[in-house]
C-alpha cells in the first residue's frame, strides 16, 4: 500500500515538473483558437503520437503520457479539442461538451485532424503516426478510424465503444487496439459485441484486451478507480503496439 500511495506521488509531482518540457502550439478552427501541446524533439523527423485527452480537456495524465512517449523515441502531441474559453470547469460541462463532440462526431473528426496536421508541422513522419486517447479522447481514437484518417494506428483507453448504430460500418485501415476496464459500467455487453461486429465488418486488423478488477479510470493516478498493476500493463502493451506499427 505504501509503495502504491509513493508512486502515485510520484507521477502525480512528476507530471507537473514535466509539463514544463511541453511547448504550447497555437493553432485554428475558423474562428475558434485551439492550445495543444508538443513534446521538446519536436522538429525531429521522427513516429509521431497524438494524443486525445480525456473529457475535461489537457491534463496531467495526458501530459505525463507525452512526456514517456518522449523518452520512447516519438514526437507527441497533445490535442486541444474544445479551444481557448471552451474548457469544461466541473464534471457535468465536461459531460456536456464531450457529449456534443460525441454526437457530433464529425466536427470530432475534424478537430482531431487539424491536431495530427499540427503534430506532423511538428516532425512526425506523415507515415509513422498513430493516435491514443483517454475515456472521451478513447472515442476519439475509434472516431479517427473510422473517419478514415492518417494514422496507421489508434488505442482507445478506457473508451466508450459506443457508435451511433443509423452509422455504417465503414472499412477500417487503422490497426485497432482497445484497453478496455473489466469493471468498466459505461460500457455494455451490447456496445463491446457491436464494436466488434464494427470491426470484423471494417476487415480491421483489431485486438481487445481486458483489464481484471479495473473500473473506468484505471490508468490514471488521480482517480479512486487507479489500478497500479493494471495500468503499467495497459502501458506496456500501448508501447509494444506503438513499437509493431511505427517503428
Not at 475515456?135 to 476519439?140: L, V
Not at 489508434?154 to 476496464?181: C, F, M, W, Y
Request: proline share 3%; hydrophobic share 35%; charged share 25%.
Amino acid at each position: 500500500m505504501i509503495r502504491s500511495i509513493l508512486f502515485t506521488a510520484f507521477i502525480m509531482t512528476s507530471g507537473s515538473l514535466f509539463s514544463q518540457k511541453l511547448k504550447t502550439v497555437s493553432y485554428q478552427d475558423g474562428a475558434q483558437k485551439l492550445n495543444g501541446l508538443v513534446t521538446s524533439n519536436a522538429g525531429k523527423k521522427l513516429p509521431g503520437v497524438l494524443i486525445l485527452p480525456a473529457w475535461k480537456g489537457i491534463d496531467e495524465e495526458a501530459k505525463n503520457t507525452a512526456l514517456e512517449l518522449e523518452k520512447q523515441g516519438y514526437i507527441a502531441f497533445i490535442a486541444d479539442i474544445y479551444g481557448e474559453g471552451k474548457i469544461p470547469a466541473d464534471n457535468e460541462s465536461a459531460a456536456k461538451s464531450s457529449g456534443y463532440y460525441k454526437q457530433n462526431y464529425k466536427e470530432y473528426q475534424k478537430r482531431i485532424s487539424l491536431a495530427l496536421e499540427q503534430l506532423k508541422k511538428n516532425g512526425a513522419l506523415s507515415d509513422k503516426t498513430a493516435v491514443i486517447g483517454y475515456c472521451f479522447g478513447g472515442t476519439g481514437a475509434l472516431e479517427s478510424a473510422r473517419g478514415g484518417l492518417p494514422v496507421v494506428g489508434a488505442v482507445s483507453i478506457h473508451g466508450s465503444l459506443t457508435k451511433d448504430q443509423s452509422r455504417k460500418n465503414e472499412t477500417l485501415t487503422a490497426k485497432i487496439l482497445v484497453e478496455n476496464p473489466a469493471d468498466d459500467k459505461s460500457v455494455s455487453q451490447q456496445d463491446y459485441d457491436n464494436l466488434i461486429k464494427e470491426m470484423n465488418e471494417g476487415n480491421a486488423d483489431w485486438q481487445i484486451i481486458t483489464y481484471a478488477h479495473s473500473k473506468h479510470t484505471f490508468t490514471d493516478p488521480k482517480s479512486p478507480d487507479y489500478n497500479e498493476v493494471m495500468a503499467k500493463r495497459a502501458w506496456n502493451h500501448t508501447l509494444m503496439f506503438l513499437k509493431e506499427i511505427l517503428k
